[in-house]
């Protein structure tokens, strides 16, 4: 089995959760990425949020959500993705840059509209009561 490895920000605000849709994608995605050769889990999140969001997270804030797989999306069946999932407070202004189209907060209903991880993540988020 193939696993990719990637880190994500989880950002909640009023029972809904910060999502991004990439240039030519129609599924949400939690911001985050893969590791570049060496990258500790902060410097990959860190640089990833600041290329996609144009915001800096705090280093002093991140705190270990969880680490959640399922099978990837746009890949054969077998591949999975493993995405270890952060929490963290930012500066800035969100915007979308680089291959961001679009910043969207969703609820649980939107739950059809993200990928199978993000799916598995909206659930163990409602579970506790933290997605509405």
Not at 1 to 21: F, P
Not at 30 to 59: H, M, N, Q, T, Y
Not at 61 to 72: D, E, I, M, N, T
Request: aromatic share 10%.
């Amino acid at each position: 089995m193939t696993v990719i490895d990637k880190v994500a920000w989880l950002e909640i605000r009023n029972g809904k959760i910060l999502s991004t849709r990439s240039r030519g994608r129609h599924k949400y995605y939690f911001p985050g990425g893969k590791r570049e050769a060496g990258e500790s889990d902060w410097d990959a999140l860190s640089r990833e949020i600041r290329e996609e969001l144009s915001v800096d997270l705090r280093e002093d804030s991140l705190k270990l959500v969880g680490v959640f797989q399922a099978q990837a999306d746009h890949h054969p069946e077998g591949v999975q993705v493993k995405m270890t999932c952060y929490e963290a407070t930012f500066r800035g202004i969100l915007k979308p840059a680089n291959e961001i189209e679009e910043v969207v907060w969703l609820s649980y209903h939107d739950r059809d509209k993200v990928s199978p991880v993000d799916q598995v993540i909206f659930d163990w988020l409602k579970e506790r009561k933290l997605l509405g």
